[in-house]
């Protein structure tokens, strides 16, 4: 039976070559995810504030983004040669930074559209392409262990983003907080790219492309839990820095809830993932779902500064992790075919994605709130605990 992966380089620079592999990784997912995809959350009430945009405009923008990131995550399971043309991937990283700096130099809802559209096809290519080279890299090297720090990267965009836009937001308002963030988007770009140019990221890692069969069934069971978690947690992550600056006495907070979501992101993909070596992929991500399904709950009547955190906390502390735990069991499940399980996955998640934020905005529009939107998340991640619960394919500890 061939391998994936050569055996693991044992020289004495593999841990600082290793190290810097994943510090560009994480600086890539920084850019497509933290920024790219996430940078959304904390400017929409500026969007609101300033020009008086709907919650439904909201969701339909946001839904586009996914729209276009399930189209992506689709091309990558269908042509996954993309994930080997440099002219592709390159063009991704373009249009993530480019999408989100023009977003602050127009004001026409199609044509944020539009960007937000390409953006997502740009978010779930660079995803699933460092995903990939990054996990391929660092397991032979014989670092395979510190894959789960590479989502860390997505924690440390959403806090920077927490942290960035108010200070943009005084000297440009919504305008200049895109076009910062953008800005910002390409400095972490240039560096992540220099760390892997100087380690021959792509070049050095053998990958058997043989088509494999037979190994993909069992991920459906996990693939249908994951689209209820992409539809539940959507909701939190588009719209939870614009509920907040709409509660009394909680506007000035708001921004930094997001910074509270980044930093419990942060160290969530190495807690979570150790938790599954230890009870078990099936008991962490239930412990996952149901902590997170909480924190849904507690937001719904969050009018205070405790409760919010206890809702940022719960959610930032969870959702990568769930990412961080599910394509490593999907990658377990098809270890010859990690790529096209990663895309499946990213598939379904994706489809969670795009309907989640669209129908909480018409929602939230008809019913004056986010009430039932909320409830309805913490029905959908109730339903992906029971796929989980269910699901016979997990292994023991």
Known sequence: MSNNFADPITSPHADRDALN??????LGMVVAMGIGRFAFTPILPLMQRDL????????????????????????????????????????????????????????APYGWGLLRFFGGIASAVLFIVI???????LTRRGFGHWIGALYGGIG??????????????????????WV??????????????????????????????????GSLGRIWPLAIAYIFEG????????????IIAHTPGLESFAPYSWV??????????????????RIGSKSALLCAFGLQGAGILVSINAVNVGAVLFAAITFGG????????????????????????????????????MLGPVLAGVLADLRAGFTLPLLLATACIACGSLFIAFDRNFHAP
């Open 231 to 242: 539809l539940g947690y959507i909701v939190t992550a588009t719209f939870l820095v614009a």
């Open 156 to 177: 440390i965009g959403i806090a920077l983003s927490g942290l960035t836009v108010p200070q943009l937001d005084r000297f440009g308002g919504w305008s200049g907080s």
């Open 318 to 353: 969870t959702f990568l992790g769930i990412v961080a735990m599910t394509l490593a069991e999907g990658n377990r499940r098809a270890p010859h075919d990690g790529r096209r399980a990663t895309a499946i996955l990213t598939v379904c998640f994706s489809l969670g994605q």
């Open 52 to 107: 008086g945009m709907s919650n439904t405009i909201a969701g339909s923008l946001a839904g586009l983004n996914y729209l276009g990131y399930l189209i992506g995550a689709v091309a990558c399971f269908l042509r996954p040669q993309l994930l080997r043309n440099r002219l592709a991937t390159g063009s991704a990283l373009l249009i993530s930074i480019g999408s989100t700096l023009v977003m602050g130099l127009i004001i």
């Open 21 to 26: 592999i994943l510090l560009g990784g994480m």
């Open 260 to 277: 509270a979501v980044g930093l419990a992101a942060l160290p969530s993909t190495l807690f979570w993932p150790k938790l599954a070596r």
């Open 131 to 137: 995903s990939a080279e990054v996990s391929e890299a």
């Open 180 to 213: 910062g963030m953008g800005l910002l988007a390409a400095l972490c770009a240039a560096l992540g790219i220099g760390l892997g140019r100087r380690r021959h990221l792509v070049q050095d890692v053998h990958i058997d492309t043989s088509p494999k069969t």
